[in-house]
């Protein structure tokens, strides 16, 4: 009961301090104070999101809107500096992610001002100019309208093949809706559509929000403070499960541009003006692009790169995650090894006692716990395995 | 899951169970060994009805020989229809795991109104008229006559059923009113009757309070249940105020007025039966000299109408000579409402007991005490002698009698309050006459004798010995079980002062102090921005509402709200107020987010739930006290002094609170449910009222700014996902595996949770 009380104070207290140094704090057995071991709870953290990656089907190619909330609710300092600063110094962290994730996929931008939705970025693989959209265009005011967002949304995403999965990331500062007709109604519509609409609420569960995630299949979750809400938008950067009735084989044309010459001087179809070097040729009709991946601007072909497949590729196929070892067992078969497979860094934690580590269970190869995030987020790869071949 | 309580083995369908209902059960089993009343208190949400279903049925599992007939009183249809659904999850688990042996008949029972399924007599817009137009095509001597005159309409559903006669039973099962009406429909039986009828063999009967408490319902429904029942009152926090409106009678002028008319058409029948047929009149005559209790003489499914609580001796008494003639029992009634009317038209407030008031009637018009108490069931036989089907238009004269009879009847526990207008508008003349009875233990003394246990359960019975004293009886048992939560789910406040550091109240003498206005307004105003969906205010009076709601739109502070919720009033019209309550559910539906400003003691308070989005946060705007200058709360509360020594503050403090605890309790209907509470007002009565709302809830009476950012954490931890098991910390599920293990000492753990 004590430490509850002593927590919920800590919860209103929280607020006004912007350093909390003693809380990273932490008595030891011999009453010394020692910084609190994050390593681990991270670590735990990560081992939780592991387990849910099963190998099922997932949806490479993804169409996403980001619609973010620039109504009155968004200016409220609950968050400093504000809402609207926060959420978009996010965002876009989220779009590189996203990018780096999803080299198949494109985001396009949405805000919500005064009641009406407008379209801030078309479709696009390119994640400079979203962002320098989006901080270009940072002010908010007005009411929110979560239906003319969507009817928006649902207009543009209508219109794509049915091998991109379509999703739309609601990022909501507001606490009501001001819709002109009936809301339920542009659900059912993206419902049918098979648009995936996950929210991110700012602020305090709404039904509306909720009812619908829960209706499209998307996830809703309302942000407890900054670092949650870094958490719950990087969440929805790996590819989510495709919808089952999409879940068909379908073959895509796509082509692979070679990097232009050097020297030779062409007009890029993007940019319409004439540029040296560093480019690439589409294939069917030589027209010249700027960056991969793209749709060609005149013939409209889907242009990536074979590492883009690759790394796209990792999401169907994950590395099993590691098995945790405990420590006793490792003292029963004495053979535990000093350094880690990876990094080369010591495994001991400090007083030479054995410290946390996972193994891999093809390759019998123990790793450090950064080691371990390291090889599943990022590399993909595991180096024991890789290198017994 | 299926468990053992002690010697009985409980049935219970679903795969887990909260401790507290455990516990519950436990002392509910105890009471009914003891065969005794017991009184439980346990919050909202935490699966009181299904706990109970589960014990009582089970129990009677166990012990076959000796069956419990269970009884379940509610207070709505809604409820009953409630309680049944859960009954017929239970009943097919337990067909499930015993087969056969666990078969029982459950059924609801309802007014006509509900159950009637001939769509010409559903055609009729109120209960009344509904129940005399069933007798119109029911009543013995109209399908006499129908047997001559094919031209006169009878119901087809009442003609089949009483041609089954005997066979006309119901399979076991678990019957909702909906069920009944199915069934009906397709046997072609009236369900009502068969309702009726069945209600003598049924194991589980579920029907409302009034037939029981109210004496004139009761002696026709219940009269034939056995004495091993158990009676159920659930939500019974307001049943004193039941009790005595059962035994409360207002006369009006238009009642008077109407019981005249009433009178001139009773004498025109009478003229009538003389002319044609006097040896009705001869017969009915002679069978009132050899006295009442013969009534059972006429067919058992005319008794439409029965005695208000007359004590046995009387009902074998014989009619007392001056109103056995049909004629000069009319006269009799004719002096009496001359009389009512004699004292209405009076200047001043009078109050009296009945002994006084009998001894003037006396005096002034020649009706003695005897007379008066058998005037109800003078009445009664008259009318069925008379043949009138059309008992709507005799409510007037109804009500006539029934004061006489209940003045005739009882000497202490009632006052006779005349009022000349109404206290708010002494301008308009609306004389009332009130017998209002203050005892509340006569009603359901007789249920308290006759049943061997009576439970009475709610949510908020606190404080608890206060109910025993009320009703006047010795519960075997008496508890309070507290919620176990998983999580901080409510977020109780009291909010002494303003924004601006003023004190903040309802108290009279500052109510229409501009400045708590104000500080109410601002209030709302701040938290119409941080709190999603919707919001219930409570405000203590329709006048005061109306009231502030005016000031508010004078300052601007209600187009500010508006800025953010829309808006809904409760007002006194029950359509219009339904109206109100479905446009607000579908704003907080659609996520525009609505406000509904509500009175304490209104309809709303009582009866809807504003649970998940509908309520995310409840407003009580000041502490919502009766009226103390109602004359007749003056005289229960002098009569409570004198009978049972509550003293009036204490009685005016525990019903505000229970009343608050009603209104914030609509927020909280299941665990998974969360709500914020806020009690504005400075005066330290409500932080008693902390006691009540179960769990151990973290309460402070925070400054003004503490309050919102406590608000705003507690909203974003309330959204994260909701960990139903409690995995992490507190557990307030149980598994089977759980009770297996834990013996009786280890209950005593939970139970100290």
Known sequence: EDDDDLDGFNAWERTYADERSWESLQEDESGLLRPIDNKAIYHAQYRRRLRTTARIQKGLIRYLYIVIDLSRAAAEMDIRPSRMFVVARHVEAFIREFFDQN?????????????????????????????KALMGKLECSGESSLQNALELV????????????????????????????????????????????????????????????????????????EAHLKELILEHAPPPPAIAEYAIANLIKMGFPQRAAEASISICSCHKEAKVGAGYTCPRCKARVCELPTDCCICGLTLVSSPHLARSYHHLFPIAPFDEVSVSLTNMHNKFPKNCFGCQQSLLATGNKPGPCVSCRTCRQYFCLDCDIYIHESLHNCPGCDSIR | ?????????????????????????????????????????????????????????????????????????????????????????????????????????????SSRKNLCVNPRVLASENRDSVDAA???????????????????????????????????????????????????????????FLARHVVQFANVIVYSYQYLLDPKVAGIISKELQRESVVVFDEAHNIDNVCIEALSVSVRRQTLEGATRNLNRIKQEIDRFKATDAGRLRAEYNRLVEGLAQRGNLPISDTWLANPALPDDILKEAVPGNIRRAEHFVHVLRRLVQYLRGRLETENVEKEGPVGFVASLNGQAGIDQKTLKFCYDRLHSLMLTLEITDTDEFLHIQTICDFATLVGTYTRGFSIIIEPFDERMPHIPDPVLQLSCHDASLAIKPVFDRFQSVVITSGTLSPIDLYPRLLNFHPVVS????????????????????????????????????????????????????????????????????????????????KEIMQHKLVFIETQDVVETTLALDNYRRACDCGRGAVFFSVARGKVAEGIDFDRHYGRLVIMFGVPFQYTLSKILLARLEYLRDTF???????????????????????????????????????????????????????????????????????????????????SGRRTLLSQEDLEKMGDDGMQDIMHY
């Open chain 1, 103 to 131: 080299p198949l996929s494109q985001i396009a931008l949405v805000t919500i001002k005064d009641g009406v939705a407008n379209m801030l970025t078309d479709l696009g693989g390119s994640p400079e100019s979203h962002i």
């Open chain 1, 154 to 225: 649902h207009g543009y995403l209508n219109q794509i093949p049915s091998y991109g999965h379509r999703e739309v990331l609601i990022l909501y500062s507001a606490l009501s809706t001001c819709d002109p007709g009936d809301i339920m109604e542009t659900i059912q519509k993206c419902k049918k559509s098979k648009i995936r609409c996950s929210v991110i609420g700012l602020s305090a569960e709404m039904f509306i929000c909720k009812h619908l995630c829960q209706e499209t299949g998307g996830l809703y979750s309302v942000a407890m403070d």
């Open chain 2, 1 to 109: 899951m299926i468990f053992q309580l002690e010697d009985v083995r409980v049935y219970f369908p679903y795969d887990n169970i909260y401790p507290e209902q455990y516990s519950y059960m436990l002392e509910l089993k105890r009471a009914l060994d003891a065969k005794g009343h017991c009184l439980l208190e346990m919050p909202t949400g935490t699966g009181k009805t299904i706990a109970l279903l589960s014990l009582i049925t089970s129990y009677r599992l166990s012990k076959p020989e000796s069956p419990v007939k269970l009884i379940y009183c509610t207070r709505t249809v809604h409820e009953m229809e409630k309680t049944l659904a859960e009954l017929k999850l239970l009943y097919s688990y337990q067909v499930q795991h015993l087969g056969a042996a666990a078969k029982i008949l459950a059924i609801g029972l």
């Open chain 2, 134 to 192: 069933c007798r119109k095509r029911t009543a013995n001597w109209i399908r006499a006559t129908a047997a001559e005159n094919p031209n006169v309409e009878l119901c087809d559903y009442f003609e089949s059923y009483e041609k089954a006669a005997s066979a006309a039973i119901l399979p076991p099962g678990v019957y909702t009113l909906q069920d009944l009406r199915a069934f009906g429909k397709e046997k072609g039986w009236c369900p009502y």
């Open chain 2, 479 to 558: 508890r309070s079980f507290k919620m176990s939560l998983t999580r901080d789910c409510i977020c109780p406040m009291v909010l002494t002062r303003g924004s601006d550091q003023l004190p903040v109240s309802t108290k009279f003498d500052m109510r229409s102090d501009p400045g708590v206005v104000r500080n109410y307004g601002k209030l709302l105003v701040e938290m119409v921005s941080v709190v999603p969906d919707g919001i219930v205010c409570f405000f203590v009076s329709y006048s005061y509402m109306d009231g502030i709601i005016a000031n508010w739109n004078e300052t601007g502070i209600l």
């Open chain 2, 645 to 727: 020594q509550i003293k009036e503050g204490d009685f005016l403090t525990f019903d505000a609170l229970r009343q608050a605890a009603q209104c914030v309790g609509r927020v909280i209907r299941s665990k998974a449910d969360y709500g914020m509470m806020i009690f504005a007002d400075k005066r330290h009565v409500l932080s008693i009222l902390f006691f009540f709302l179960s769990t151990s809830i973290r309460f402070t009476s925070f400054t003004y700014i503490i309050f919102f950012l406590m608000w705003e954490q507690f909203l974003r931890k309330m959204a994260q996902p909701y960990d139903k098991g409690g995995n």
